[in-house]
């Protein structure tokens, strides 16, 4: 795992007491759930972010960002899972800022991110598995532009956000990567129905139908999108590994708290050797997720080619030691773990979302075999 700066630090300490403060579950998630909020996460808290800076994180230093990599973003990820605080941190300071990056859209969208008044989504899946290669959504020439036919699914604040950059195919065939562009489509020209997920945040299905858009809404090249498309889904892919990090930590965290108070049979549940066993287990298998999810960012900031590989590697990593570490919590809890009044609930629905996300364990693995030569 590498070490930290004093930067990198400073940071951690500041998203630690700034999201332990403000972005706990009963501020955030349980109020916009239990109020029926329609974006599924709070614009003052999102504006909060940005006067933090935060919210230009990934964004360059000479158009108003901190100019900082994906590790400092895993750090803030990382806080932000253990608090299960909703937000478009990933979606938009993340993997959508990197999308656009180097393009005539990060000039157009970038101030809207800084000041927290955009919000960008990723419109990638059309089916029920993960397959970015496998895009069928068609983007045929017209005139001076591009008329989209096709549908989209699990697009995380697909229902909100300001731009959806859609990948649709303008070349070749499902499963070639050559072919692909990278469109930014404006709120309002796709028809949008909005879903609520398992962990109350929101997405969206989205089709296209005869969507007419003008060649300026292009990221990057023609043919060529799978180049923004992979940069954002590396970061994107590393960030939600950094996060289930995080759920996981919170997860645990809760559990020792409730083996240290929690009585059974005269005792404390917490002197039990085999639940101490447990825990100890628990506490390792999060540490080499997180360094897997932090040499990941490592190597993404670093260019190094061997990034691609490292962040499958942490994204699989990361899920499976948060879905053990939500189903510890629940089962070490007892009955109370099943109540929606206890939170540990509230960690297993979001690590069963944010694992599916960007690719689900099995993805990944998979994918792993595949750069190694399997």
């Known amino acids: 795992m590498p070490l930290l700066t004093d930067d990198q630090k400073m940071l951690k300490e500041t998203a630690a007491g700034f999201l332990a403060d403000e972005g706990g579950p009963a501020k955030q998630l349980r109020h916009w759930r239990d109020t029926g909020c329609t974006d599924g996460y709070g614009t003052e808290l999102w504006k909060k972010f940005a006067e933090l800076g935060l919210t230009g994180i990934c964004i360059p230093e000479d158009q108003g960002g901190l100019g900082l990599g994906s590790v400092e973003a895993a750090l803030v990820l990382e806080e932000i899972g253990r608090n299960l605080t909703p937000s478009p941190f990933l979606t938009t300071a993340v993997a959508g800022a990197r999308a656009i990056e180097g393009t005539a859209h990060a000039e157009r969208l970038y101030p809207g991110i800084l000041v927290g008044d955009c919000v960008l989504a990723l419109a990638v899946d059309e089916s029920r598995g993960h397959s970015p290669e496998k895009t069928g959504l068609s983007a045929e020439r017209r005139g001076n532009g591009f008329v989209l036919n096709g549908a989209k699914q699990f697009v995380v604040h697909g229902n909100s956000a300001d731009v959806i950059l859609t990948v649709a195919r303008t070349s070749g065939s499902p499963g070639d990567r050559d072919g692909l562009t990278l469109f930014a489509v404006p709120k309002g020209a796709a ?88 825990a100890a287990h628990l506490h390792g298998e999060i540490e080499i997720a997180r360094a897997a999810a932090l040499k990941a960012a490592e190597l993404i900031d670093s260019g190094d080619d061997r990034a691609e590989l490292a962040v499958a590697v942490a994204k699989a ?41 960007f690719g689900d364990v099995y993805y990944h693995r998979n994918k792993v075999a595949e750069l190694s030569g399997y």
């Open 191 to 278: 028809e949008v129905d909005s879903v609520t997920l398992a962990d109350s945040s929101k997405a969206a299905r989205i089709k296209f139908d005869n969507v007419e858009l003008d060649a300026d809404a292009v990221v990057s090249e023609v043919d060529n999108g799978w180049t923004p498309l992979a940069r954002a889904l590396n970061a994107g892919r590393a960030g939600a590994a950094a996060e289930l990090v995080g759920v996981a930590a919170g997860a645990s965290t809760m559990t020792v708290e409730y083996l240290k108070q929690r009585k059974q049979f005269g005792k404390l549940i917490g002197e039990f050797q085999a639940l101490q066993h447990r």
């Open 317 to 357: 990593k990361a899920a499976d030691v948060a879905s053990l570490a939500v189903r510890e919590g629940v089962q070490m809890h007892g009955g109370i773990g099943m109540t929606d009044e206890h939170d540990i609930g509230l960690y297993l629905k979001r690590e069963a979302v944010l694992g599916e996300l």
